[in-house]
């Protein structure tokens, strides 16, 4: 497992953008496919982005496609969510997370080894 810690979450108007990153620990970060979950309360965590260890597949749910850009640095452990036009329905606390290999169900949360704290992410009218 990695330890992940998240950062870059905060409030802003509809339209805006926010820039979340996480940064792992632990020397085989590179090995892992990487995920940004959601979750609001009451409503089960739903994923929104993942990006596998070579960098060359992504996958994003319907609802951010064209909107949220996930990359990753492996040389400096991180991955980001690069969030533009921001809407209230993306209001969530945000997740970052990892996983050993990768695969069509990079969108499931029980396929993730490690998680971490979250980052609220407030956007307003």
């Known amino acids: 497992q990695v330890q992940l810690v998240e950062s870059g979450g905060g409030l802003v108007q509809a339209g805006g953008s926010l820039r979340l990153s996480c940064v792992a620990s632990g020397r085989t970060f590179g090995s892992y496919t990487m995920g940004w979950f959601r979750q609001t309360p009451g409503k089960e965590r739903e994923f929104v982005a993942a990006?596998?260890?070579?960098?060359?597949?992504?996958y994003y749910a319907d609802s951010v496609k064209g909107r949220f850009t996930i990359s990753r640095d492996n040389a400096k452990n991180t991955v980001n969510l690069q969030m533009n036009s921001l809407k209230p329905d993306d209001t969530a606390v945000y997740y970052c997370a990892a996983r050993r290999g990768s695969g069509d169900d990079n969108y499931r949360v029980d396929r993730y080894d490690s998680w971490g704290q979250g980052t609220q992410v407030t956007v307003s009218l």
């Open positions: 990006i596998d260890w070579t960098s060359v597949k992504t």
